[in-house]
C-alpha cells in the first residue's frame, strides 16, 4: 500500500477544488495531440483528465497507468471501458506498444534516456 491508497476515496475532493483546471489542461492536450489516436497518460489517478478527454475525443484510444490500485478504480467507475487503465509501476513499465503521445499531469517528473553517456 502507498500513500495514494490512503487518500484515494478523497483525491478528486483535493483534486477538483481550484488548484487544477482540468478543462484548460484539456484544451492543451487536444492542441498537442491533433489528430493522433494512441495516447498514454501516465499517473491517470482517478481518471479526472481520461474523462475530459473522453468526453471531447471519444474516437481517441487512451491507456492510462497508475501505481495505486485505489485510484484506478474510481477511474474504471468514471470512464468505464472507454480507455485501458493498467495498475503498473512506471519504472519498470513495458506495455508492448508504442504511443503517439505520451503525457502526465501534476507530477514531477524525469525522463533520462538509458543510452546517453552519463
Not at 494512441?38 to 474523462?51: C, D, K, P, Q
Request: glycine share 10%.
Amino acid at each position: 500500500m502507498n500513500e495514494y491508497t490512503k487518500m484515494a476515496h478523497y483525491y478528486d475532493a483535493l483534486m477538483t477544488g481550484g488548484y487544477y483546471d482540468y478543462n484548460a489542461i484539456a484544451d492543451s492536450l487536444e492542441r498537442h495531440i491533433g489528430d493522433q489516436d494512441h495516447v498514454l497518460e501516465v499517473g491517470v489517478g482517478t481518471g479526472l483528465v481520461a474523462e475530459e478527454l473522453r468526453n471531447r475525443r471519444p474516437s481517441c484510444h487512451l491507456t492510462g497507468v497508475d501505481h495505486t490500485e485505489a485510484m484506478l478504480e474510481i477511474a474504471r467507475t468514471r470512464v468505464g471501458e472507454w480507455c485501458a487503465l493498467i495498475q503498473a509501476d512506471v519504472t519498470t513499465l513495458d506495455l508492448g506498444q508504442s504511443f503517439d503521445v505520451i503525457f502526465s499531469c501534476g507530477g514531477v517528473w524525469f525522463l533520462i534516456d538509458a543510452g546517453s553517456e552519463r
